[in-house]
């Protein structure tokens, strides 16, 4: 078993940056795909960026380059730091975590996450 529980989310500015964590407790996760998904209201939820066991990372087209995503299997292992902020990026923010030894880029889909956080709230004003 695995616990998630993410810290970070603020309300900012356009443009601003925050640094979202995930601490894990429990199982070990260093073989685990990890992913931060974020969830608007009214919207579904939809994958941000994907970490393999490596720490090869995948990010969807609408934050790539401006979230950077970090894990450290030692400590709290998933990071995302967000810069360049916009409106449109605010939403609940949640870390999720699967057994996966593969790329993880795709695949495993949203629905065969294992593990969740409660989420962190981000809110992005103009």
């Known amino acids: 078993q695995v616990r998630l529980v993410e810290s970070g989310g603020a309300s900012v500015q356009a443009g601003g940056s925050l640094r979202l964590s995930c601490a894990a407790s429990?199982?070990?996760?260093?073989?685990?795909?990890m992913a931060w998904f974020r969830q608007a209201p009214g919207n579904e939820r939809e994958g941000v960026a994907r970490?393999?066991?490596?720490?090869?990372?995948y990010f969807s087209f609408p934050v790539k380059g401006r979230f950077t995503t970090t894990r450290d299997n030692a400590k709290s292992p998933l990071y995302q730091q967000m810069d360049g902020l916009k409106p449109e990026d605010t939403a609940m923010y949640y870390c999720?975590?699967?057994?996966?030894?593969?790329?993880?880029?795709?695949?495993?889909?949203?629905?065969?996450?294992?593990?969740w956080g409660q989420g962190t709230q981000v809110t992005v004003s103009t």
């Open positions: 999720a975590a699967v057994v996966y030894a593969g790329e993880c880029r795709t695949l495993p889909h949203v629905t065969e996450f294992e593990y």
């Open positions: 429990g199982d070990t996760i260093s073989s685990h795909c």
């Open positions: 970490i393999n066991s490596s720490g090869r990372t």
